[in-house]
């Protein structure tokens, strides 16, 4: 593999120039082809004669796969009022201290199981029409769920949603009612320790 340096200069096709142009190794700040972050400080091939990064080595690649990981997408669904304190009552069952902060990793936890478990796309759908059907007192508040998730979970979500052919909004209540049952009605959770260490490492 050819490692490449700041400074070295080579030649490469530039999209903007339109034209086969001389080119010089250097550090730059360079977004995802969607839009959808930006990768700080890699170094790249700069087209001497717009300015534009045109190519990147080999060597970036890792910087490059890091950096979309971490990236985050956000997720806001609107829910009923008690929904969202079956969640935060089975955080603080996990870690008094934890907070909101640990929203999203318990969601994404139970989301990760259903996807990978056999018959946990069909379980999912029957926590979703559980939750559809059930019954609210008139004139309930709602109240918003927003967070930042990885670009991962955000494809988890994208497909259990597709398969499912049910919103976003739809998956999250069927997961809180999942948490429901596992994290806040049993009087020991089986789950519980687990998250615990979960948690642990997320507020480390």
């Known amino acids: 593999m050819k490692i490449c340096r700041a400074g070295e200069t080579s030649h490469a096709i530039c999209a903007?120039?339109?034209?086969?142009?001389?080119?010089?190794f250097a550090y730059r700040d360079v977004p995802f082809d969607d839009g959808a972050g930006i990768v700080q400080g890699i170094l790249a091939a700069v087209c001497d004669r717009c300015g534009l990064v045109v190519a990147i080595p080999a060597q970036s690649t890792p910087a490059i796969r890091r950096a979309r990981a971490v990236a985050e997408v956000a997720l806001e669904v609107v829910l009923p009022a008690p929904e969202l304190e079956l969640l935060d009552l089975a955080i603080w069952r996990i870690d008094p201290e934890a907070g909101q902060r640990l929203r999203k990793s318990l969601l994404a936890f139970y989301l990760a199981r259903f996807a990978s478990e056999p018959q946990g796309a069909d379980r999912l759908r029957t926590l979703i029409e559980a939750a559809e059907t059930a019954?609210?007192?008139a004139g309930l508040p709602r109240k918003r769920l927003s967070c930042k998730i990885s670009h991962r979970t955000d494809a988890v979500l994208r497909d259990m949603a597709a398969g499912l052919k049910a919103?976003?909004?739809?998956?999250?209540?069927g997961l809180i009612r999942e948490i429901d049952l596992r994290l806040?009605?049993?009087?020991?959770?089986e789950d519980l320790e687990t998250l615990?260490?979960?948690?642990?490492?997320?507020?480390a």
């Open 184 to 189: 806040v009605r049993p009087d020991v959770p």
């Open 167 to 173: 919103s976003r909004t739809q998956i999250v209540r």
């Open 135 to 137: 019954r609210h007192p």
């Open 16 to 24: 903007h120039c339109k034209a086969l142009v001389p080119t010089t």
């Open 196 to 203: 615990r260490q979960a948690a642990a490492l997320v507020a």
